[in-house]
């Protein structure tokens, strides 16, 4: 009977965590950032306060004649603050939970 050595044959073990740095270096190129996120939201916010407030300001100059679109603009500044202040929520929430981690 012929014995063959298996020192040849042993391939390294992979780390788990080695693949999912690998995967999450990849995958991290496509998504966005938290801060991309948060920033275009809140310029979201900012460009619906400032349509909200020339609105107002054209509509006391008289040259609005149409209300239903100052409430429009007005509804979806609301709800981007909403949105705004929900993400804030959620984030400070989530750093809140990161440092009760006891080590």
């Known amino acids: 009977m012929f014995i063959v050595p298996i020192s040849g044959a042993i391939q390294?073990?992979?780390s788990h965590f080695d693949a999912a740095e690998a995967v999450s270096a990849a995958d991290s190129a496509d998504r966005p950032q938290f801060s991309d996120v948060f920033k275009e939201i809140f310029t979201e916010v900012q460009d619906t306060q400032k349509t909200v407030q020339e609105d107002s300001l054209r509509l006391a100059m008289g040259e609005i004649d149409d209300l239903h679109t100052i409430y429009n603009n007005m509804?979806?500044?609301a709800v981007a603050v909403e949105t705004f202040v929900a993400v804030k929520d959620a984030a400070i929430g989530?750093?809140?939970?990161?440092l009760q981690i006891s080590m």
């Open 12 to 14: 390294p073990v992979e």
């Open 75 to 77: 509804t979806k500044a």
């Open 94 to 98: 989530a750093y809140e939970k990161v």
